[in-house]
C-alpha cells in the first residue's frame, strides 16, 4: 500500500481574501482539527498499521498508546477489506485518549478515491461505523469564524477547509504566534492556491 505524503503548509490569516471566499462559497466545508497526531491508518484485512505524516509508524512513536485496542477498533468498525484513511489520532487528550478522528480516504480496496470530496465522504460513512473512540468529522458548511472561535483550545488545533467539487483539501491551522494565523495545505498537487 502506498504512503500519501502531506505537502508543506503556507500561512494565510482568518482575514484574508482565500479564506473570506471558502467562507462565503457553499462549494466549501470546514472541518476542526484536533490537537493530535496526523495519522494515516492502513487496514489490508485483518492487518491495520497506523503511520505519522512523516511516514514513521505512530506504534513506535506513542508507545503507551493502547495500539491493541485502537487495531480492533478499525478491524471491526471499518468495514472495507482494504483502505487507507487520512485523520488524527489523539494520544493523551483526557477524555479523547487513543482516540481517532477521520478526515478523509486515499485508497478503497486497493484503488486511489479519485473523486471528489462530497463523494468520498460518502464513501467514508459507508464503511466507518462510528463508536465512543472512533469519529467521522462533522462538516460545517456555513459560520466559519464562528466555529474557529468555538475552538475548545487544549482539544482544537484549528481547521480544515474543504472544497466538496474538488480533489483537492485546503487546511488551516492555528499557530503558537498568532492564534489568527492559518496554514494552507494542498493535498493534490495538480492543483495551487491560485486555482482556488
Given at each position: 500500500?502506498?504512503?500519501?505524503?502531506?505537502?508543506?503548509?503556507?500561512?494565510?490569516t482568518?482575514?484574508?481574501?482565500?479564506?473570506?471566499?471558502?467562507e462565503?462559497d457553499?462549494?466549501?466545508i470546514?472541518?476542526?482539527?484536533?490537537?493530535g497526531w496526523?495519522?494515516?491508518?492502513?487496514?489490508?484485512?485483518?492487518?491495520?498499521e497506523?503511520?505519522?505524516?512523516?511516514?514513521?509508524?505512530?506504534?513506535?512513536?506513542a508507545q503507551?498508546?493502547?495500539?491493541?485496542m485502537?487495531t480492533?477498533?478499525?478491524?471491526?468498525?471499518?468495514?472495507?477489506?482494504?483502505?487507507?484513511?487520512?485523520?488524527?489520532?489523539?494520544?493523551?487528550?483526557?477524555?479523547?485518549?487513543?482516540?481517532?478522528f477521520?478526515?478523509d480516504?486515499?485508497?478503497?480496496n486497493?484503488?486511489?478515491?479519485?473523486?471528489p470530496?462530497?463523494?468520498?465522504?460518502?464513501l467514508?460513512?459507508?464503511?466507518?461505523?462510528p463508536?465512543?473512540?472512533?469519529?467521522?468529522?462533522?462538516d460545517?458548511?456555513?459560520n466559519?469564524?464562528?466555529?474557529?472561535?468555538?475552538?475548545?483550545?487544549?482539544?482544537?488545533?484549528?481547521?480544515?477547509?474543504?472544497?466538496?467539487?474538488?480533489?483537492?483539501?485546503?487546511?488551516?491551522?492555528?499557530?503558537?504566534?498568532?492564534?489568527?494565523?492559518?496554514?494552507?495545505?494542498?493535498?493534490?498537487k495538480?492543483?495551487?492556491?491560485?486555482?482556488l
Amino acid at each position: 500500500m502506498k504512503f500519501y505524503y502531506p505537502l508543506k503548509p503556507t500561512r494565510i490569516t482568518i482575514d484574508s481574501n482565500l479564506f473570506k471566499k471558502c467562507e462565503s462559497d457553499l462549494n466549501y466545508i470546514l472541518q476542526v482539527k484536533k490537537n493530535g497526531w496526523r495519522t494515516q491508518i492502513h487496514k489490508d484485512k485483518d492487518r491495520v498499521e497506523f503511520f505519522s505524516r512523516h511516514n514513521n509508524k505512530l506504534e513506535s512513536i506513542a508507545q503507551d498508546a493502547d495500539w491493541k485496542m485502537l487495531t480492533n477498533l478499525i478491524l471491526n468498525n471499518v468495514k472495507a477489506e482494504s483502505c487507507i484513511l487520512d485523520g488524527e489520532f489523539l494520544h493523551r487528550r483526557g477524555s479523547l485518549k487513543n482516540t481517532i478522528f477521520v478526515w478523509d480516504i486515499f485508497e478503497h480496496n486497493q484503488e486511489l478515491v479519485r473523486k471528489p470530496y462530497s463523494e468520498r465522504k460518502q464513501l467514508l460513512e459507508s464503511i466507518v461505523t462510528p463508536s465512543s473512540n472512533l469519529f467521522i468529522s462533522k462538516d460545517h458548511n456555513n459560520n466559519f469564524i464562528e466555529v474557529w472561535n468555538n475552538l475548545v483550545e487544549e482539544e482544537d488545533e484549528g481547521v480544515v477547509i474543504k472544497d466538496l467539487r474538488e480533489l483537492l483539501y485546503v487546511s488551516f491551522n492555528k499557530t503558537i504566534e498568532s492564534p489568527r494565523q492559518f496554514k494552507i495545505l494542498l493535498e493534490d498537487k495538480r492543483n495551487t492556491v491560485s486555482n482556488l
